[in-house]
């Protein structure tokens, strides 16, 4: 079953606007943790911000920030003034629980954001 | 500081030959290794992870297969190739046991089965 949901699959955002990424999850556990990272036109993969389930503040790190709602299962992505190096596929990912040695990462299948001028 | 290194960065293959695919982390001792293959404007999916040497555990079996002979050196090989296999392999690593810390991904190997 499908365990993180990314139900935009494309985004068109205007330079310095600012854009959200919404991710959805399922758990049945109560200690998680939810990742974001970017993906460029090259390929690689860049991780960008870590939110666990109990942690009581939004995560931030700089023009990066968690909408995190537990309740509603969603750990949105907000953007805030975008650049044109921002373009790029952006997924959520989770690792359930937080306790598995393993580390493993479940990943959504992602966000294509395109800055305009 | 730590690096890691996947190699080659493209591969064309024709279908029924053999793989192998290799990534070498550098700067750490005893990581965890995974092996993700994403398809073509998809998500990645995982498919083989590591916590010590000669420790491989498969997500998705298939005609793949994973191997680690060394503590810091991760390699995936098919002896077969199908045309399904194509797409983009991604070798990552994990910094430490704790809950926050992330996979750190390598370039990855773009495979186009012909």
């Known amino acids: 079953a499908q365990k993180i949901t990314q139900t935009q699959p494309g985004m068109f955002v205007q330079e310095k606007e600012a854009v959200t990424l919404d991710c959805t999850y399922d758990?049945?556990?109560?200690?998680?943790?939810l990742f974001w990272y970017k993906q460029p036109s090259s390929g690689e993969m860049i991780f960008l911000i870590y939110q666990g389930s109990y942690d009581e503040q939004n995560a931030t790190e700089g023009r990066y920030s968690l909408n995190f709602q537990k309740a509603r299962k969603s750990a949105n992505l907000v953007i805030s003034a975008s650049q044109l190096g921002d373009s790029a596929m952006y997924f959520c990912a989770m690792r359930e629980p937080t306790t598995d040695s393993w580390g493993k990462l479940q990943f959504g299948a992602g966000t294509q954001v395109v800055v305009t001028p | 500081s730590q690096t890691i290194h996947q190699w080659p960065a493209t591969l064309v293959q024709p279908v029924g030959s053999p793989l192998s695919l290799e990534c070498t982390v550098e700067g750490t001792s005893n990581p965890n290794l995974y092996w993700y293959r994403q398809a073509a404007g998809r998500g990645l999916q995982l498919l083989f992870y590591?916590?010590?040497?000669?420790?491989i555990s498969s997500e998705v079996p298939q005609n793949l297969s994973a191997s680690r002979p060394q503590d810091r050196q991760f390699i995936l090989s098919s002896k077969k190739l199908l045309l399904s296999d194509s797409g983009f392999y991604l070798c990552?690593?994990?910094?430490?046991?704790?809950?926050?810390?992330?996979?750190?991904f390598g370039n990855g190997t773009r495979l186009t089965v012909t």
């Open positions: 590591s916590v010590g040497i000669g420790q």
């Open positions: 990552a690593w994990r910094a430490g046991r704790r809950a926050d810390s992330p996979l750190h």
């Open positions: 758990t049945s556990d109560q200690s998680y943790g």
